[in-house]
Each structure stands twice: as C-alpha cells, then as structure tokens.
C-alpha cells in the first residue's frame, strides 16, 4: 500500500514569497491533517478535512495560510507571504477517520525562510 | 481542552537498558491515546495505541504502554533499547467525534554503547 505522498521534500524561499506545498493521501482516507513541526517542538494541528469539509482550522493563520482539499482526495497548503518564523516541517498525515484509527504521515516538507 | 505533557526532553540510557518514556494527557472523557516516533528526515510512525480495553498495549520493535486512568498517564516503556531506537518519541491523545490528535513536545532518546 502507498504511503502519504508530499512534495516537495525541501523548500527555501525569502521572506515576503508565497510558497505551496501538496499532499496525497493513502487511498479511501477520509480525513487529511496537515501539521507544522517547528525545530524541536511537537507537530501542531494546522487544518484537519473531512473529505472536502474543514474539521478544524482554529490554529492556522489565516491571514497568510490557506489550504484546501480538491474533491477530498489531495490538498495543498499554501503560505502567502511567508514569515521567518514559518520555517518548520510542514507533515501531512491520513486515516480512515472511523473512531481511534491512526494517522499515517507523510515525511513532511522542510521550509526554511531566509 | 485536549492537551499533552511529556516532562522529558532529553533521555540518554545504555543500549540493553531498560526504558520508560513518560506522557501525561488531559481529557474530559475517555482518550485514544498514541505513540508516534520520528527518525531524523522522516514522518512519523506509529508504535502503539490505546482505544480501549487492556490497559497494557503491545506495539511494534518491542515496545509497550500502560493505560493508568488515575494518573492520566501513558507511559512507553522497553525492556532492553537497541541502538535503533534513538530518535524522538512523541506521545498524542485523539478525541471521539472529530478524530483530533494533539501532540506532546517529544522526548528525544540517546543511545549510548
């Protein structure tokens, strides 16, 4: 079975710029998170889809983030215009999401903002 | 709210020790309860999870974790670490209904010969 699917792995752009990054989920997952991983931290719940509908997005910075999940199979995340403190691991994961299943991750995209 | 605590950030044990990473949560209700580790580059993977039942989990590589509802706890634990087992461990609580995982802040765990 194929795993979650992100490209690109590793991004640098300038403060300022807009960048995007794509996740393809395992097959028949209903539910796609994305996350962002700052250096030494935990990955913190950006936006979570159910299918095409939004779950949850109360921490993704709106003015800047957007993501959206084409037809509930991929996504993209987008951030628009990029901050210093943007620069993480951006991880997409996946499930069935029936009660208790697990997310499977993807190996994430680095971002670094100079 | 949902949220994790893992009070250790860094643990150093010699390899054919033994191992317990700590993780605290709070939940209004029953948990799922996870553990997740990372190798350096990579996504992270899941070792074991608690949904409901036996309050002892088995996971993958020789890994388990106690369910202790008292304590609010889900500690990892592994008899004897190998030196692969160096990485980060992150311990994540699930919510019924929306399937939301918080995570903690990870422990990272050397191996030293």
């Known amino acids: 079975e194929a795993g979650v699917a992100q490209s690109p792995r590793y991004k640098i752009i300038e403060k300022r710029q807009s960048v995007a990054f794509w996740c393809n989920p395992i097959?028949?997952?209903?539910?796609l998170y994305w996350y962002q991983q700052i250096l030494g931290q935990g990955p913190k719940l950006l936006i979570q889809?159910?299918?095409?509908?939004?779950?949850?997005d109360s921490q993704l910075p709106k003015d800047r983030f957007s993501a959206e999940r084409l037809k509930g199979v991929d996504s993209t995340l987008k951030i628009q215009p990029a901050k210093l403190e943007d620069s993480a691991v951006y991880l997409c994961?996946?499930?069935?999401?029936?009660?208790?299943?697990?997310?499977?991750f993807g190996q994430g995209t680095r971002l670094t903002v100079v | 709210a949902q949220s994790v605590t893992q009070p250790d950030i860094h643990i150093t044990v010699s390899e054919g020790a033994s191992l317990e990473l700590r993780c605290n949560y709070s939940y209004g209700a029953t948990p799922y309860l996870f553990w997740y580790v990372q190798s350096p580059g990579q996504g992270l993977q899941l070792l074991l999870k608690?949904?409901?039942?036996?309050?002892l989990v088995q996971g993958i590589k020789g890994f388990e974790a106690e369910f202790k509802r008292s304590q609010s706890s889900f500690n990892l634990r592994k008899p004897s670490v190998h030196w692969s087992d160096a990485a980060e461990y992150f311990c994540?609580?699930?919510?019924?209904?929306?399937?939301?995982?918080?995570f903690g802040t990870g422990t990272r765990l050397t191996i030293i010969p």
């Open positions: 097959s028949g997952h209903a539910t």
């Open positions: 994540a609580v699930g919510s019924f209904g929306n399937e939301k995982l918080t």
């Open positions: 608690y949904f409901s039942g036996d309050t």
């Open positions: 889809f159910q299918n095409n509908g939004v779950v949850d």
């Open positions: 994961a996946s499930s069935l999401g029936d009660r208790g299943t697990e997310a499977f």
